[in-house]
C-alpha cells in the first residue's frame, strides 16, 4: 500500500508544477485523498461490505469534494488536480497514468443495470468541467476539452472538443514531435502548438514552426555541403532566443512612452 502512495505522490511531481514537497502533498491534495480512501472502500465494496463501502465513500465525498463509487476501477497513477466537483460512476473504468481536472463526470446515460459509465485508456487527460457520459471508450493517449460533453467514442490519440464532444483534426501530422522540438529550441513551452488545437492563433503558430524546422533543415543541408566543398560557414551557433525577452522589452518600451507622456509641456 505505501509503494503505492509513493508512486502516487511521484505522479504528482510530473504532473503538477506546484506541487513542492511529499508532506504538501500527502496533506493538501485532496484529489489524492479521495483515491487512497476509494482503494479502501473498493476493496470493501469487492467483499461485499457494500454499505460500509458506500459509508466510507460518503464520508469521502464530504471530505474532499470527489465523489467516486466504490465500484468504479482505477488504474494506476491516478491523478485528480485540484479535485472539487468530480464525479465517477460505479460502472467506471480508469486506465494508467490519468489526469482528471476539477469539475469531470464521468457519468451515465442510462437507468439500465450493466456497463453505464465510460472506459478511459491509458494516459488519457480530461479537462475542467469535462462531461464524459455512457459506456463509451477515451483511447489511449486521448484528450477531452475544457467544458466539453462526449458522448461518443473517442479513438487513441485524439482529442474531443465541444458540446457535442467532436473529434478535432482527425488527420493529424506525423512530424508533431518536431513541431514540439522547433518550439522548444526556440524557448517556449508547446501547449498551443499541437495540430489538434482548434485555436487559430496556435494553429498559425504550428504553421510558422514547421516552417522554420523545414527552413533550419535546408540551411543545414545547405551548410554541409559548403563546407564538404571547402568553404567555412555555420560555424557560429544560432543566439539563443527566449520569449521572455520579448516580454522585457516591450515593458521597456511602454515605460519610455508613458514616460514621455508625463514630461511633454502643452505650453511649449
Known amino acids: 500500500m505505501f509503494s503505492r502512495i509513493k508512486e502516487d505522490i511521484k505522479s504528482v511531481f510530473d504532473r503538477d508544477p506546484a506541487a513542492r514537497n511529499s508532506f504538501e ?30 459509508l466510507l465513500s460518503t464520508f469521502s465525498r464530504w471530505l474532499t469534494g470527489v465523489e467516486i463509487h466504490p465500484g ?32 469531470v463526470t464521468l457519468g451515465g446515460t442510462s437507468w439500465k443495470e450493466g456497463k ?30 475544457s467544458n466539453s460533453v462526449v458522448v461518443k467514442d473517442v479513438p487513441d490519440n485524439m482529442t474531443a472538443v465541444g458540446i457535442p464532444g467532436k473529434i478535432v483534426n482527425p488527420n493529424r501530422h506525423e512530424d508533431n514531435g518536431l513541431r514540439e522540438k522547433a ?15 482548434p485555436d487559430p492563433v496556435a494553429k498559425a503558430i504550428g504553421r510558422l514552426l514547421d516552417h522554420v524546422h523545414l527552413m533550419d533543415d535546408k540551411v543545414a543541408t545547405l551548410c554541409k555541403e559548403v563546407n ?13 532566443l527566449r520569449v ?25
Open 25 to 54: 502533498v500527502l496533506t493538501n491534495y485532496p484529489g489524492m485523498h479521495a483515491i487512497w480512501i476509494h482503494r479502501v472502500s473498493h476493496k470493501l465494496w469487492c467483499s461485499n461490505w457494500k454499505l460500509l463501502a458506500r
Open 72 to 103: 468504479a476501477k482505477l488504474g494506476r497513477r491516478f491523478f485528480i488536480d485540484h479535485g472539487m466537483g468530480v464525479v465517477i460512476g460505479e460502472t467506471a473504468e480508469i486506465g494508467d497514468d490519468v489526469t482528471l481536472y476539477h469539475g
Open 116 to 145: 453505464r459509465h465510460p472506459t478511459l485508456g491509458n494516459n488519457v487527460v480530461i479537462g475542467a468541467g469535462a462531461q464524459v457520459l455512457g459506456p463509451i471508450r477515451i483511447g489511449n493517449n486521448g484528450k477531452v476539452g
Open 183 to 197: 518550439a522548444e529550441k526556440f524557448g517556449f513551452e508547446s501547449y498551443a502548438v499541437s495540430p489538434d488545437n
Open 228 to 240: 564538404r566543398l571547402g568553404g567555412e560557414v555555420c560555424q557560429d551557433a544560432l543566439p539563443e
Open 244 to 268: 521572455g525577452e520579448f516580454v522585457e522589452d516591450e515593458q521597456a518600451a511602454a515605460a519610455r512612452r508613458k514616460e514621455k507622456i508625463e514630461s511633454f509641456d502643452p505650453e511649449i
